[in-house]
């Protein structure tokens, strides 16, 4: 089945640095790449839309200059945390899109997270 | 925006037990998916129903969607102890532009 890999796990930075979060479509290409954020015991909330070759689409309330989304093949997006602050500590999730999955449906395909502590 | 609401918001039951999860939703969808997730781990999906079907099942799971009441409900049958999780609806509608939208989620707690 279809894979996506998400890395790091884990990341514990320092306050104003920048962090890069991979995710990576296995054994498939896709196209459109989601990125989610998670704060405990809430649900995902989506920040953006990756699109290969194009501009993200980011959700209202997101701020684009600080969460850069780059998504430059058809297997990899990545999102980095720019200047990072105590307050985007979270749980990263990204996820994969692949039509056909399910027959004329589009698949949704998602990493194991990213924990990113901001100290 | 989250668009589905599921029901109840915690769930505790004793292993060999059903769970039953409900989910609600405000628009038009293509179809509607149930996910679930470890603490602290990805997505893992579950099932998925199309806006035409109404019923279906896979092992365990057996997942009804209402598009009239817009309403979806997954029953975990003989539940066991790993099957405590977080569960999540989410719809997905048609188009280039599809996406998911997450409900708020269930977490279940399955007691050996």
């Known amino acids: 089945g279809a894979v996506v890999s998400q890395h790091p796990s884990r990341v514990i930075c320092k306050s104003g640095t920048s962090v890069k979060i991979e995710c990576r479509s296995l054994?498939?290409?896709?196209?459109?790449m989601f990125w989610y954020r998670q704060f405990p015991k809430q649900s995902l909330m989506l920040m953006a839309t990756?699109?290969?070759?194009?501009?993200?689409?980011?959700e209202q309330g997101v701020e684009k200059d600080k969460f850069l989304i780059n998504h430059a093949s058809l297997t990899l997006s990545t999102l980095t945390v720019t200047s990072a602050h105590p307050e985007d500590s979270s749980f990263y999730i990204c996820?994969?899109?692949?039509?056909?999955?399910?027959?004329?449906?589009?698949?949704?395909?998602f990493g194991s997270g990213t924990r990113l502590t901001v100290v | 925006s989250q668009q589905g609401e599921e029901d109840p918001q915690a769930l505790s039951i004793q292993e060999g037990e059903n769970a039953t999860m409900n989910c609600s939703y405000k628009?038009?969808?293509?179809?509607l998916q149930w996910y679930r997730q470890n603490s602290g781990r990805g997505l893992v999906h579950l099932i998925l129903?199309?806006?035409?079907?109404r019923e279906k099942h896979s092992g365990r799971l057996r997942v009804t969607l209402d598009t009239s009441k817009k309403s979806s409900s997954l029953l975990i049958t003989a539940s066991r102890a790993a099957d405590t999780a977080s569960y999540f609806c989410?719809?997905?509608?048609?188009?280039?532009?599809?996406?998911?939208?997450f409900g708020k989620g269930i977490t279940l707690s399955v007691r050996p």
């Open positions: 996820s994969a899109r692949d039509y056909g999955q399910a027959g004329s449906v589009y698949g949704y395909t």
């Open positions: 054994d498939f290409q896709a196209t459109t």
């Open positions: 990756s699109n290969e070759g194009s501009k993200a689409t980011y």
């Open positions: 628009t038009s969808i293509n179809n």
């Open positions: 129903i199309r806006s035409n079907e």
């Open positions: 989410a719809t997905d509608r048609t188009g280039a532009n599809s996406k998911l939208t």
